[in-house]
């Protein structure tokens, strides 16, 4: 059976036009936004608050997990609090009866793997070996493993949200019938060098502010020359 890198890799005939579109897009959106910074917490700390970002906005989970750092100031006392002390605290972030439990389940899993509570140990590990151990914890997908190893440790992850999706499948680095999961690899392979983070905080923001899921904001684009989209609507694809 075909791996899913194999199944969604570019032709390696448009692999090379497609990474230099990438760095085209990441350098004009990088004198657009300027360079991103980000507040870096540790391994565990990352993966609970990105479990309870899941379907919800920036808001409502930062306070869910402010809430449930200032009821439980440890993370083994989340570990063994009542389920529905937990799940009171995170209901900020909504799904709270499905996040609680998942978020208590995947600590109990790193302690009884791991003897504590850390998770720096994926530092060590190559790429994919760490995605592996991390989205075999149950409620941890390919977003969620990609994020952890972005922001806490550096790896050449690409972690892909609905603005991601969007503006890439728009501009014409992934294909119209690739989905979220799948542009993970796809992403990661195409970014510029060194570039992860910046390219990806970026282009949320470009989706947010610009690129709109409905009525995008075309006319004051600096990816017209270089998005499918735009050349479609605006009759600019060639025919």
């Given at each position: 059976?075909?791996?899913?890198?194999?199944?969604?890799?570019?032709?390696?005939?448009?692999?090379?036009?497609?990474?230099?579109?990438?760095?085209?897009?990441?350098?004009?959106?990088?004198?657009?936004?300027?360079?991103?910074?980000?507040?870096?917490?540790?391994?565990?700390?990352?993966?609970?608050?990105?479990?309870?970002?899941?379907?919800?906005?920036?808001?409502?989970?930062?306070?869910?997990?402010?809430?449930?750092?200032?009821?439980?100031?440890?993370?083994?006392?989340?570990?063994?609090?009542?389920?529905?002390?937990v799940v009171d605290a995170i209901r900020?972030?909504?799904?709270?009866?499905?996040?609680?439990?998942?978020?208590?389940?995947?600590?109990?899993?790193?302690?009884?793997?791991?003897?504590?509570?850390?998770?720096?140990?994926?530092?060590?590990?190559?790429?994919?070996?760490?995605?592996?151990?991390?989205?075999?914890?149950?409620?941890?997908?390919?977003?969620?493993?990609?994020?952890?190893?972005?922001?806490?440790?550096?790896?050449?992850?690409?972690?892909?949200?609905?603005?991601?999706?969007?503006?890439?499948?728009?501009?014409?680095?992934?294909?119209?019938?690739?989905?979220?999961?799948?542009?993970?690899?796809?992403?990661?392979?195409?970014?510029?060098?060194?570039?992860?983070?910046?390219?990806?905080?970026?282009?949320?923001?470009?989706?947010?502010?610009?690129?709109?899921?409905?009525?995008?904001?075309?006319?004051?684009?600096?990816?017209?020359?270089?998005?499918?989209?735009?050349?479609?609507?605006?009759?600019?694809?060639?025919?």
């Amino acid at each position: 059976m075909a791996s899913r890198k194999a199944q969604t890799q570019p032709p390696a005939t448009d692999f090379q036009s497609l990474r230099r579109k990438a760095r085209t897009v990441h350098e004009r959106l990088r004198k657009l936004y300027g360079v991103p910074q980000w507040t870096k917490l540790d391994g565990v700390s990352e993966l609970v608050s990105t479990i309870l970002s899941q379907n919800t906005n920036d808001g409502n989970r930062d306070l869910a997990y402010t809430r449930l750092r200032a009821r439980f100031p440890t993370w083994e006392q989340v570990r063994d609090a009542p389920a529905d002390q937990v799940v009171d605290a995170i209901r900020p972030a909504g799904l709270a009866n499905q996040k609680g439990p998942r978020i208590q389940a995947a600590l109990r899993l790193i302690t009884r793997e791991r003897g504590a509570l850390n998770i720096d140990f994926l530092a060590e590990m190559p790429v994919q070996e760490a995605r592996q151990w991390l989205t075999s914890i149950n409620g941890i997908g390919p977003k969620t493993a990609a994020i952890v190893l972005l922001f806490c440790y550096d790896k050449a992850a690409f972690p892909v949200d609905t603005h991601i999706h969007r503006v890439t499948r728009r501009l014409g680095l992934i294909g119209e019938k690739v989905s979220a999961e799948q542009a993970h690899d796809i992403l990661e392979a195409l970014c510029p060098d060194h570039a992860y983070g910046t390219f990806h905080i970026n282009i949320i923001k470009h989706g947010r502010e610009v690129c709109h899921a409905r009525g995008p904001e075309c006319e004051r684009c600096p990816l017209q020359d270089v998005c499918l989209y735009y050349q479609r609507v605006s009759g600019q694809e060639e025919i």
